[in-house]
């Protein structure tokens, strides 16, 4: 594969040019093989697993939003849930570099994944749906509480139904297995009359221990003559993955035995005796340390000895007045 490379005019017949969604792009071949099996490129190895190992699970989990896909619109879809799964393999604590999965990863992450970066869940719908999803009988349940369509929707011209749509899928990301179900409600009317609390409940194989991954989407149609017709291409339809079930491990489904209780040990404990030190190391150690004489330093004699000069002459001149009064 060739190297992407800062356009040099000065050799336009050795450079490709591809076009992609971001422009055109020159690629310049390379001089040398690069053998990929060297040690010093071991983490680009591991990295290059993993990357791979994200674009097949996203084009798995891709192709269980095939039923709905179509009403969703958007080339950049794959890119961004490729880009999000290989953040849930870094996740992955339990596997080396290389190694990761996103089955052991973390899932949760792909709550609130938007299928149409053009057109928000969040901001074309503002009702808040509620999941539930019972393992042992196989439902999942959406339940949307009562609103005012033209209140609560980002409602695109020409419009004049909506549909609710609903998506449930259970994906094993190692074993690239995928199981989907959708379900979605007859054209309603974009009035200014209250709506009654919906509820849809999607089938699912019962004791089901993989992911579950739920999604809901509003999807805008023109009823004319009694035909639909879509708004704009589905280019304002909004899907986002509204909650996920993280897989439920076998061993939780397995009886667990009944632990006894566990029978009270008495152990006696020897406490060790306090020793007490003798009264003459206690007097040696509470005695007070001896105060060291210190000599007066250099400045402190130089002092005195000019004040010994100044007193003796001092009574030198007194000796010779007593002298002179004594004559």
Same mark, same amino acid.
């Given at each position: 594969?060739?190297?992407?490379?800062?356009?040099?005019?000065?050799?336009?017949?050795?450079?490709?040019?591809?076009?992609?969604?971001?422009?055109?792009?020159?690629?310049?071949?390379?001089?040398?093989?690069?053998?990929?099996?060297?040690?010093?490129?071991?983490?680009?190895?591991?990295?290059?697993?993993?990357?791979?190992?994200?674009?097949?699970?996203?084009? $798995?989990?891709?192709?269980?939003?095939?039923?709905?896909?179509?009403?969703?619109?958007?080339?950049?879809?794959?890119?961004?849930?490729?880009?999000?799964?290989?953040?849930?393999?870094?996740? $992955?604590?339990?596997?080396?570099?290389?190694?990761?999965?996103?089955?052991?990863?973390?899932?949760?992450?792909?709550?609130?994944?938007?299928?149409?970066?053009?057109?928000?869940?969040?901001?074309?719908?503002?009702?808040?749906?509620?999941?539930?999803?019972?393992?042992?009988?196989?439902?999942?349940?959406?339940?949307?509480?009562?609103?005012? *369509?033209?209140?609560?929707?980002?409602?695109?011209?020409?419009?004049?139904?909506?549909?609710?749509?609903?998506?449930?899928?259970?994906?094993?990301?190692?074993?690239?297995?995928?199981?989907?179900?959708?379900?979605?409600?007859? *054209?309603?009317?974009?009035? $200014?009359?209250?709506?009654?609390?919906?509820?849809?409940?999607?089938?699912? *194989?019962?004791?089901?221990?993989?992911?579950?991954?739920?999604?809901?989407?509003?999807?805008?149609?023109?009823?004319?003559?009694?035909?639909?017709?879509?708004?704009?291409?589905?280019?304002?339809?909004?899907?986002?993955?509204?909650?996920?079930?993280?897989?439920?491990?076998?061993?939780?489904?397995?009886?667990?035995?009944?632990?006894?209780?566990?029978?009270?040990?008495?152990?006696?404990?020897?406490?060790?005796?306090?020793?007490?030190? *003798?009264?003459?190391?206690?007097?040696?150690?509470?005695?007070?340390?001896?105060?060291?004489?210190?000599?007066?330093?250099?400045?402190?004699?130089?002092?005195?000895?000019?004040?010994?000069?100044?007193?003796?002459?001092?009574?030198?001149?007194?000796?010779?007045?007593?002298?002179?009064?004594?004559?």
């Amino acid at each position: 594969m060739g190297k992407v490379v800062y356009f040099n005019f000065s050799e336009p017949a050795q450079a490709s040019f591809y076009q992609t969604a971001n422009g055109f792009v020159a690629v310049k071949p390379r001089k040398k093989a690069i053998k990929w099996q060297a040690p010093q490129y071991e983490k680009i190895r591991a990295h290059r697993q993993e990357f791979g190992r994200a674009a097949q699970s996203g084009a $798995d989990l891709r192709f269980a939003f095939q039923a709905t896909s179509h009403l969703f619109r958007d080339a950049s879809m794959y890119r961004r849930l490729s880009s999000q799964l290989l953040q849930i393999i870094q996740q $992955d604590t339990s596997h080396v570099r290389g190694e990761r999965t996103v089955e052991n990863g973390d899932v949760q992450l792909l709550k609130g994944f938007e299928l149409n970066e053009n057109a928000l869940f969040r901001r074309v719908c503002r009702v808040q749906p509620r999941t539930t999803l019972d393992r042992a009988k196989g439902i999942a349940k959406v339940d949307i509480p009562s609103f005012v *369509p033209t209140h609560e929707l980002r409602i695109p011209k020409h419009a004049t139904h909506y549909k609710i749509v609903t998506t449930v899928q259970a994906v094993d990301f190692d074993k690239n297995e995928t199981t989907s179900e959708s379900i979605q409600t007859i *054209p309603l009317v974009l009035d $200014d009359t209250a709506t009654m609390p919906y509820s849809l409940t999607v089938p699912l *194989p019962k004791k089901e221990q993989r992911h579950v991954l739920v999604s809901v989407g509003i999807v805008f149609v023109e009823i004319l003559n009694d035909k639909p017709y879509s708004v704009a291409g589905g280019r304002y339809n909004a899907m986002c993955i509204t909650h996920v079930f993280p897989k439920v491990g076998v061993e939780a489904t397995k009886p667990v035995p009944p632990v006894e209780a566990p029978i009270p040990l008495i152990v006696e404990v020897a406490v060790p005796t306090k020793q007490i030190k *003798p009264a003459t190391t206690l007097l040696q150690t509470s005695s007070p340390r001896p105060k060291q004489l210190r000599l007066p330093g250099r400045k402190m004699r130089g002092k005195l000895y000019k004040e010994a000069i100044s007193y003796n002459n001092h009574g030198k001149i007194a000796s010779h007045l007593l002298e002179e009064q004594v004559e």
